[in-house]
């Protein structure tokens, strides 16, 4: 994360939105901002952080040539990183990837339950609960059922 980037957002956000991501594309004129929230962030929600970064004089200062940028909340191929997103996904499947006894493993699962401390998945033969400190990566798999 551009920490410059970061610095200019992070006092735009809504009380309740988290700053993800913000990048840069090396040539400084393409920005990405990744948000999220414990309540679904509106497209409104989105427009207006936009509007409000756009109209800043910290962007202008910075982009006097001009930006292109781009405000949204991640998407499918973004791994989880906080609790309230395990939260908001709970009955979806997840692959997790985590380490037990010092060793890389992966399991595929529904999400169960999951609090500040812990998660629990479970596949048709196991479920398996993990520490947050235990997971080296967790995305939201896709269902067309």
Do not use: C
């Amino acid at each position: 994360m551009n920490d410059k980037l970061k610095n200019i957002v992070e006092p735009h956000l809504a009380e309740d939105h988290i700053l993800l991501d913000a990048v840069e594309d090396p040539r400084g004129s393409y920005l990405r901002i990744i948000i999220d929230s414990e309540n679904s962030i509106t497209l409104d929600e989105t427009t207006s952080l936009t509007k409000n970064l756009k109209g800043s004089a910290e962007f202008e200062t910075m982009y006097p040539n001009g930006y292109r940028l781009e405000v949204s909340t991640p998407g499918l191929d973004n791994s989880l990183k906080f609790p309230f997103q395990y939260k908001k996904n709970i009955n979806r499947r997840l692959k997790v990837a985590f380490i037990d006894n010092e060793m890389e493993k992966e399991f595929v699962g529904r999400l169960l339950a999951a609090n500040d401390e812990i998660v629990e998945v479970a596949s048709a033969k196991r479920s398996i609960k993990l520490t947050y400190e235990q997971i080296t990566d967790a995305k939201v798999m896709v269902s067309f059922k």
